[in-house]
């Protein structure tokens, strides 16, 4: 091979290094991005004064399960849900550690409390439990809501007590488990698709899929319709932003 091949051979090689580094570099860049977007929101983003950097930031879950209680007492609600070993907590904290702390209350936001986290009932595994546990809760406090969403397999349930009036729920794993009131008016708005007891889904399972999972994408927005979303502790000054986390014995509660 003469010195001309060998420079030709040179160049191709330098490129094709160039190429590949080039590539490599943008891959790494999108995929840094994406990650960023996938661990949350930044406090500034949400308007408020205290800024919060994700790169010190856990991962901010959103809510499996919460209740939504129309009161301004920590105390009260810590007592309906006999939570002991209480400790202060921040929203950040407790929405990004959920799967590590069985129960979270939040501060009181717009007249409203949020309680998340995994000690509270599945409907899926018992709905009888769930009635019962929303039930002592408005006997305790007055006026409850409850959300579940199962994301993996598009189960949700929605309930909303007055006073142990059972104003609205609906419940759906598989077949529908509970439904109960008429629809209300931001359900319809939000077209939330609902099944009466023993009907089918659908005659076509991808159109079923769909429904279920448009239900399951809305329970955000129906919440923030009927009390508050969650994930607007997320905006909270940080001297408003402590909550209590702590551990529970709730099969003792009904």
Same mark, same amino acid.
């Given at each position: 091979?003469?010195?001309?091949?060998?420079?030709?051979?040179?160049?191709?090689?330098?490129?094709?290094?160039?190429?590949?580094?080039?590539?490599?570099?943008?891959?790494?860049?999108?995929?840094?991005?994406?990650?960023?977007?996938?661990?949350?929101?930044?406090?500034?983003?949400?308007?408020?004064?205290? %800024? @919060?950097?994700?790169?010190?930031?856990?991962?901010?879950?959103?809510?499996?399960?919460?209740?939504?209680?129309? $009161?301004?007492?920590?105390?009260?609600?810590?007592?309906?849900?006999?939570?002991?070993?209480?400790?202060?907590?921040?929203?950040?904290?407790?929405? %990004?550690?959920?799967?590590?702390?069985?129960?979270?209350?939040?501060?009181?936001?717009?007249?409203?409390?949020?309680?998340?986290?995994?000690?509270?009932? *599945?409907?899926?595994?018992?709905?009888?439990?769930?009635?019962?546990?929303?039930?002592?809760? %408005?006997?305790?406090?007055?006026?409850?809501?409850?959300?579940?969403?199962?994301?993996?397999?598009?189960?949700?349930?929605?309930?909303?007590?007055?006073?142990?009036?059972?104003?609205?729920?609906?419940?759906?794993?598989?077949?529908?488990?509970?439904?109960?009131?008429?629809?209300?008016? +931001?359900?319809?708005?939000?077209?939330?698709?609902? @099944?009466? @007891?023993?009907?089918?889904?659908?005659?076509?399972?991808?159109? +079923?899929?769909?429904?279920?999972?448009?239900?399951?994408?809305?329970?955000?927005?129906?919440?923030?319709?009927?009390?508050?979303?969650?994930?607007?502790?997320?905006?909270? $000054?940080?001297?408003?932003?402590?909550?209590?986390?702590? *551990?529970?014995?709730?099969?003792?509660?009904?």
């Amino acid at each position: 091979m003469n010195a001309g091949n060998h420079s030709v051979m040179a160049v191709l090689l330098l490129m094709l290094l160039g190429t590949s580094i080039i590539t490599g570099a943008a891959i790494i860049f999108l995929l840094s991005n994406w990650l960023r977007r996938r661990q949350g929101f930044t406090i500034s983003s949400l308007g408020t004064n205290d %800024s @919060y950097s994700l790169n010190n930031s856990p991962f901010l879950e959103r809510p499996t399960r919460w209740v939504a209680i129309r $009161s301004t007492n920590l105390m009260k609600v810590q007592e309906a849900f006999g939570l002991h070993n209480p400790i202060p907590c921040s929203s950040i904290e407790g929405l %990004s550690k959920l799967n590590e702390r069985k129960l979270f209350v939040s501060p009181p936001v717009n007249g409203w409390i949020l309680v998340m986290g995994p000690a509270l009932p *599945d409907p899926h595994d018992d709905i009888d439990d769930c009635f019962r546990f929303i039930m002592h809760l %408005s006997r305790e406090l007055g006026g409850v809501q409850f959300f579940s969403v199962n994301r993996a397999v598009n189960h949700h349930a929605w309930v909303r007590v007055e006073n142990e009036r059972i104003f609205r729920a609906y419940a759906w794993a598989g077949e529908t488990l509970w439904n109960q009131g008429d629809m209300t008016a +931001a359900e319809r708005e939000l077209g939330m698709l609902c @099944y009466r @007891y023993g009907e089918k889904s659908s005659t076509f399972p991808f159109s +079923a899929r769909e429904a279920h999972a448009a239900n399951t994408e809305k329970i955000m927005h129906l919440a923030a319709r009927w009390s508050i979303d969650p994930m607007v502790l997320l905006g909270l $000054s940080r001297q408003s932003n402590t909550g209590i986390a702590g *551990d529970t014995s709730l099969g003792r509660l009904f």
